[in-house]
């Protein structure tokens, strides 16, 4: 399998918000969460350009190793009309994109590949649903 990496490739960074446990978003700064949380966004999200400028890969595989509003804007676009509740973190999902540009979550949330790890035993995550 060749890999191909792309530099252009980056997450928004989040100002204020940036690095931050997003727990506890809402006290340290309302005005910069209310602008996160908003539907409203003012630039293009760098994952609409890759998904056009890497949709000559129909029939290849693609991996994204993000963070969780990159997915949960993947996952919005997968079930326009279905409800999404979250992510965990370090979890996989795979969504299959049809030649007729249908979107399907293949599967969502699993955490099994970190059955045994620290963070699991810690009960940091929920696996109960996880394959």
Known sequence: ???????????????????????????LNRKAYDALSSQELDDELPVCTAYRSYSFFRTAILVV??????????????????KFDGIA??????????????????SWNDVGHLRGTPLLKAKVFDIDNSP
């Open 1 to 27: 399998m060749q890999v191909i990496k792309d530099q252009d490739l980056r997450e928004r960074h989040i100002g204020e918000l940036q690095g931050l446990v997003f727990r506890e978003l809402r006290t």
């Open 65 to 82: 190793v993000t963070h969780g509003v990159v997915i949960e804007t993947l996952c919005k676009r997968a079930l326009p009309e279905g």
């Open 89 to 106: 973190n370090a979890s996989i999902g795979v969504i299959e994109l049809s030649e007729e540009d249908d979107w399907f979550i293949k």
